[in-house]
């Protein structure tokens, strides 16, 4: 009845709208989805409580024997797609048209560019409105940088390859020592997420008189509180005093002693300024993004005060 192919895993079963087969009314299956979205299984088992809630006739009927062929037509489908189910939004709306419960037209998710959101998918308008407002007052906190110490933090965990440029403008005549080495990022807080991480550099520093080891650490740590990256200084194994606040914010925060600019939807940049003693440090991290991956890393500090005048800039790729 089923017409069961055990060697198929794209289209296993014949089935209508992949949840229940009329000839086998006491049967039903929820889940039977290829793709992300919570949304068709949310409509799958309402569709089945419905049909599980009413009195069934007899035999099939003339919708159920689309569905059925509609099914089968996916299993032969040649060359196969990469899902059964590749249009979202028109899989939804064909379950929901069963339901009875599909978005009006001219009010939810029927515009190009609109959101379509599951909830959107009952017969309570109230539901819709509070869910899309919901939903749009997370976007604008994303938009906003809500999440973007977070996602850098996640981005930097692992081991890198840097190479830093020193450029001393105070020595005569001017020079420019380097440094290349490994950098590490490894999770410091103790429930294992990624909230506090131990920055570990090793390295050789190249100078006119020869190369030296070298080594530094900083704790990066998510203040959660304000949504800023802070960086502190380690000494011996212990987290001292903080270096700078680095804030990931929207790109129109006015710019004071931190902001953020966003040069294009895969750069996130923070610049921070810090006053040493008398020395003070202007800080700039650069981060490239492919997808939640971060490709490169660039760290600059200008520092000016008494006895400095220098910057170094450090270029971090991943190993």
């Given at each position: 009845t089923l017409n069961y192919d055990p060697m198929d895993t794209f289209q296993p079963l014949i089935l209508c709208h992949d949840i229940y087969h009329p000839d086998l009314p006491g049967l039903g299956f929820v889940g039977m989805y290829r793709g992300p979205y919570f949304g068709v299984l949310e409509l799958q088992a309402r569709l089945l409580a419905q049909r599980w809630s009413s009195e069934l006739g007899g035999g099939?009927?003339?919708?159920?024997?689309?569905?059925?062929?509609?099914?089968?037509?996916?299993?032969?489908?040649?060359?196969?797609?990469?899902?059964?189910?590749?249009?979202?939004?028109?899989?939804?709306?064909?379950?929901?048209?069963?339901?009875?419960?599909?978005?009006p037209k001219g009010r939810f998710g029927s515009q190009a560019g609109e959101m379509v959101l599951p909830a959107l998918y009952q017969p309570d308008n109230d539901l819709a409105e509070t869910a899309i407002a919901a939903f749009q007052t997370e976007v604008t906190q994303c938009h906003n940088g809500k999440y973007t110490t977070s996602c850098v933090l996640n981005a930097l965990v692992g081991k890198w390859k840097f190479h830093r440029t020193i450029q001393h403008f105070n020595a005569y005549p001017p020079r420019t020592d380097t440094i290349s080495g490994t950098i590490s990022f490894s999770v410091r807080d103790a429930t294992g997420s990624p909230t506090t991480l131990l920055y570990r550099e090793d390295g050789l520093y190249h100078t006119p008189k020869g190369d030296f080891e070298v080594f530094r650490e900083y704790e990066y740590r998510h203040n959660t509180e304000n949504n800023c990256l802070e960086l502190f200084f380690v000494e011996s194994g212990e987290t001292t005093y903080l270096f700078l606040s680095l804030n990931f914010g929207n790109v129109d925060t006015d710019p004071g002693d931190a902001h953020t600019k966003r040069s294009n939807n895969n750069v996130f940049e923070a610049t921070s300024d810090h006053l040493c003693i008398n020395d003070l440090?202007?800080?700039?991290?650069?981060?490239?993004?492919?997808?939640?991956?971060?490709?490169?890393?660039?760290?600059?500090?200008?520092?000016?005060?008494?006895?400095?005048?220098?910057?170094?800039?450090?270029?971090?790729?991943?190993?």
């Open positions: 099939i009927s003339t919708s159920d024997n689309e569905a059925l062929k509609q099914s089968q037509r996916i299993r032969d489908a040649r060359p196969r797609p990469q899902f059964p189910h590749g249009d979202y939004i028109a899989h939804m709306d064909s379950l929901a048209s069963v339901l009875g419960c599909v978005p440090y202007k800080g700039t991290f650069r981060m490239e993004v492919n997808g939640i991956m971060a490709s490169q890393v660039e760290m600059e500090y200008n520092v000016k005060g008494p006895e400095k005048d220098y910057t170094a800039i450090t270029t971090l790729v991943p190993l």
